[in-house]
């Protein structure tokens, strides 16, 4: 197992309300200088840290699937959409389509993705911590960091080099 996935695993529980008010002290230096040192921090965090040796996010949070995804995935099953939908699909407390099992149906003992050349646009994006998607996503930062090591990693070491 990868080290820095144990070293999440056992500080993330610990550091949850730190990382919350890191996220809300990271509002004041939003913007593309910030996007930019992210997205750097990300490519260097996820070559030391293999999804594969972990696959929390897809055991744990059910993702976002709009219609689009709901089409190409049940089209690649060979299923029709509706099929799909009500296989697959329900809407969750926040009115939001999503996956209707935790771990997701589509993820496979090795923690590949089954689906994964149509996965749902929600589990391209996921963690949303590269230089597009950083400071649009600053409320997601500390919740993700309970999911995922990668994201929990980037905040700490933001925490080192950003003022707050």
Known sequence: ????????????????????????????????????????LTEDTFKKVDCLNCANCCSSIPPIV???????IAKHLKMKPAEFEEKYLRVDE????????????????????QIYEVRPKACREYPHTDAQQFSDNLHLHA?????CPAVFHILEEMKKHIPV
């Open 94 to 113: 926040d009115g939001d389509t999503v996956i209707n099992k935790s771990p997701c149906p589509f993820l496979a003992e090795d923690n590949y993705c």
């Open 143 to 147: 919740p993700n960091a309970q999911y």
């Open 66 to 72: 709009n219609k689009t995804d709901a089409n190409r």
């Open 1 to 40: 197992m990868n080290n820095l996935i144990e070293v999440w695993r056992k500080k993330k529980t610990a550091y949850k309300k730190q990382n919350k008010k890191f996220i809300r002290q990271l509002q004041a230096h939003k913007g593309k200088r910030l996007d930019t040192y992210a997205d750097k």
